[in-house]
């Protein structure tokens, strides 16, 4: 099918109808190996094309999601009516206009053109080093995308895409040590599936040893990737959100231009980055995406808006409209990235007095008040720069206050599927309490 071709046909009928028109399409193949304790238990491979069609009467919007192919005449006489009979939203006025998109890597033609077969062999690797311990799940996927955005205001593009995404769950074979799961990303095919086995496997043979604390106390806590993620990048994408803002629901409302986060905090949203897993030319509704500095070394600088937003603030775009085809376009991310420090994460631990370094968090954020608590399955005692023993514990804190208090950042960056890119973080003040098993 001529994705393309299909587009402009769909945005010449809409616009003797309705007074602006946008079209969103998607096509993309997507394969899946999924293991299952050390055997394949599924092999998958699915291609689908998806549109999604927005018009607006005036003030009046219909969205119409489909996949494709469709009678092109009855989509957009779906999305016509929707808009005729919805509200008028007083604060649209318009959809983006034609702007110059800059190039970035984030294709890879080994990714689009791997086999099945190819991925049951990467598979094979995910294998635990350690007798104590297995895998008990994984899947290894591939993404081939060509993603096309065209509007009435002659707005017209189109980019190339993949990803490869590796998830694991390991488990013991034997004793009472929580499942760890880890994830790697890339958009090439270059993932160490070997080197994320063994990690993920050593957690949990680590915690297979665990102890609980003796005491409860308020301490340091160096907070792997993955749980600087999950705490703290789950806030601040949040908090940044110019949705946020118009709905009064971010603690950064009135903070503009103001302190944040401690001085060695420094955080961009950055969507040309090369390589990077929310990387694109241009954002849902076409805009450019760009690199925004939003906290520079903890003064809250920007928020991120999509074209909507950005003309109620009666500013520009900064290329943050996200979603997919079959969605209409909200303000998110692209690549939310945390700034690393210089130091390594057994660096970091040396530096510690009395505290906790820990890898994963069973429990939640909330992102709105930046309160956060529960268990740590996978954690190490630190205590006078040394690992004492690995431990289990609760832990609680606000993520909004810590990041006042952030001592050191690691080296190491990663990202999840998301697009925040976490790094090791050294927060001080944070309750520690002894588990209860």
Not at 63 to 83: G, M, R
Not at 264 to 293: H, M, W, Y
Not at 358 to 382: E, K, Q
Request: charged share 25%.
């Amino acid at each position: 099918m001529d994705c393309h071709r299909y587009g402009e046909k769909v945005i010449s009928f809409c616009s003797r109808i309705v007074s602006e028109c946008e079209v969103c399409i998607e096509d993309r193949t997507e394969k899946t190996v999924t293991i299952q304790k050390d055997e394949i238990k599924s092999e998958r491979e699915k291609h689908e094309i998806t549109m999604g069609l927005r018009v607006f009467a005036g003030k009046r919007k219909g969205f119409k999601a489909v996949t494709l192919p469709q009678n092109l005449e009855e989509v957009a006489d779906s999305a016509v009516t929707l808009a005729r009979h919805s509200e008028k939203d007083e604060d649209w006025h318009g959809l983006p206009l034609p702007k110059p998109v800059a190039a970035v890597d984030i294709y890879d033609q080994k990714v689009a053109e791997i086999s099945i077969e190819e991925l049951v062999e990467m598979s094979t690797l995910l294998k635990s080093p350690f007798p104590e311990v297995f895998i008990d799940s994984a899947r290894v996927t591939t993404f081939a995308s060509h993603m096309y955005i065209m509007n009435s205001q002659e707005v017209n593009h189109a980019y190339k895409a993949t990803k490869c995404y590796i998830f694991l769950l390991c488990l013991p074979q034997k004793g009472e040590a929580s499942a760890a799961m880890d994830w790697a990303l890339s958009r090439k095919l270059d993932i160490d599936c070997e080197l994320l086995a063994e990690k993920t496997a050593r957690t949990v043979k680590d915690s297979l040893k665990a102890k609980l604390l003796k005491e409860n106390f308020k301490g340091e806590v160096l907070f792997s990737e993955n749980v600087c993620s999950q705490v703290f990048m789950n806030s601040l994408a949040a908090a940044v959100n110019a949705e946020s803002f118009k709905r009064n629901v971010s603690p950064f409302k009135e903070k503009m231009n103001e302190r944040v986060a401690s001085g060695n905090i420094t955080v961009t949203d950055d969507g040309l980055l090369p390589e990077g897993v929310c990387s694109a030319p241009f954002d849902r509704e076409g805009n450019p995406c760009q690199k925004t500095l939003v906290i520079d070394k903890g003064i809250l600088g920007a928020i991120l808006h999509n074209e909507y937003t950005g003309r109620q603030y009666h500013t520009e775009s900064t290329g943050n409209a996200v979603g997919s085809a079959m969605a209409e376009p909200l303000v998110g991310i692209t690549n939310l990235i945390l700034t690393p420090g210089e130091h390594s994460t057994e660096e970091i631990i040396e530096t510690m007095k009395k505290g906790m370094y820990i890898l994963g968090l069973s429990g939640g954020t909330d992102v709105t008040t930046g309160r956060f608590s529960g268990v740590v399955p996978h954690g190490y005692y630190i205590e006078k720069g040394e690992i004492k023993y690995p431990a289990r514990a609760l832990i609680s804190g606000n993520s909004f206050s810590s990041l006042l208090t952030v001592h050191l950042l690691g080296g190491e960056q990663k990202p999840n599927l998301e697009g925040m890119y976490g790094v090791p973080l050294l927060v001080e003040g944070i309750n520690i309490i002894s588990g209860s098993g």
